[in-house]
Nanobody, 125 residues
């Protein structure tokens, strides 16, 4: 499956952005989907994940209450709605697809099999 992330940009602190990740090649409903981010000089870290049907979600503590992950399987697209953005949210955001179905959504980048190219989010203070 190929993943294409989009929607990044420059926004002021307190603002909002919505990221999209569209899958092609194979239907995205076969995969758990996740969003991760990587700030300059830092490792890629988990942001949010969503189950194949969309009924279960998981969030990093740093984004709970501000970010919402959702998916539209008819469009093979996963979204990340980001509200109340902070300068520390600045990073390249990546979407990933996890083939393995576990009881709990996985949060380690190494567990994800496919990645999009990343989209840059910059939050100014």
């Amino acid at each position: 499956v190929q993943l294409q992330a989009s929607g990044g940009g420059l926004v002021q602190a307190g603002g909002s952005l919505r990221l999209s990740c569209t899958a092609s090649g194979r239907t995205s409903s076969n995969y758990v989907m996740g969003w991760f981010r990587q700030a300059p000089g830092k490792e890629r870290v988990f942001v949010a994940a969503i189950s194949r049907g969309g009924g279960t979600t998981s969030y990093a503590d740093s984004v709970k209450g501000r970010f919402t992950i959702s998916r539209d399987n008819a469009k093979n697209t996963v979204y990340l709605q980001m509200n109340s953005l902070k300068p520390e949210d600045t990073a390249v955001y990546y979407c990933g697809a996890d083939r393995v179905i576990m009881t709990d959504l996985r949060i380690e980048p190494a567990d994800y099999d496919y990645w999009g190219q990343g989209t840059l989010v910059t939050v100014s203070s």
